[in-house]
T-cell receptor
Framework: KQEVTQIPAALSVPEGENLVLNCSFT??????LQWFRQDPGKGLTSLLL?????REQTSGRLNASLDKSSGRSTLYIAASQPGDSATYLC????????FGTGTRLLVSP | EAGVAQSPRYKIIEKRQSVAFWCNPI?????LYWYQQILGQGPKLLIQ????????DSQLPKDRFSAERLKGVDSTLKIQPAKLEDSAVYLC????????????????FGPGTRLTVT
């Protein structure tokens, strides 16, 4: 059974810092890994999708990497801004996604 | 492109009552999912439809939950009777399955329905 863990559970940083969110999983025979953002009271917004054959994806200030051999993915956020404050979730699977519990990020001005 | 639509956004009911949620996926998306997200946890898949057929409902509590997707477009999720532990956000998602070696299953989520059972 696939288990997904996200560390840390919460993170508070001042504006401008670069930061890394971690996602680890137990089943290395994964398919896709998707990072989502969830704002309070809202649904999930897809940030990046890394297909099984890929090692990383980049979008703007975001970079996500995937290392299947170690069972880890990282989401790197450069030059953080208060608008980045949200909960970040990683999920694994092809169609049936298994989610981590998320990292709650607070970026203060 | 319009996103995934869900209604209602909020619902408060008493235990043992029934409730229904509605979802309209992105046009052209054949696959539709219902997830349950309990406070402080990640979403958990309840049921997956491919067109109007069920692909996976292994985590759906079938004694009280039911779902249908008539005509392969809109979907409804029903709970009858509701229990206190059903309090959660119910998320609907859809995706378009591309073909070929670089198949992508990127899922797009609606805003969710927050259910409170008292």
């Amino acid at each position: 059974k696939q288990e997904v863990t996200q560390i840390p559970a919460a993170l508070s940083v001042p504006e401008g810092e670069n930061l890394v969110l971690n996602c680890s999983f137990t089943d290395s025979a994964i398919y896709n890994l998707q990072w989502f953002r969830q704002d309070p009271g809202k649904g999930l917004t897809s940030l990046l999708l890394i297909q099984s054959s890929q090692r990383e994806q980049t979008s703007g200030r975001l970079n996500a990497s995937l290392d299947k051999s170690s069972g880890r993915s990282t989401l790197y956020i450069a030059a953080s801004q208060p608008g980045d404050s949200a909960t970040y979730l990683c999920a694994l699977g092809f169609q049936k996604l298994v989610f981590g519990t998320g990292t709650r990020l607070l970026v203060s001005p | 492109e319009a996103g995934v639509a869900q209604s209602p956004r909020y619902k408060i009911i008493e235990k043992r009552q029934s409730v229904a949620f509605w979802c309209n996926p992105i046009s052209g998306h054949a696959t539709l999912y219902w997830y349950q997200q309990i406070l402080g946890q990640g979403p958990k898949l309840l049921i997956q439809f491919q067109n109007n057929g069920v692909v996976d409902d292994s985590q759906l509590p079938k004694d009280r939950f039911s779902a249908e997707r008539l005509k392969g477009v809109d979907s409804t999720l029903k709970i009858q009777p509701a229990k206190l532990e059903d309090s959660a956000v119910y998320l609907c998602a859809s995706n378009y399955q591309s073909v070929g070696p670089d198949r992508s299953y990127e899922q797009y989520f609606g805003p969710g329905t927050r259910l409170t059972v008292t």
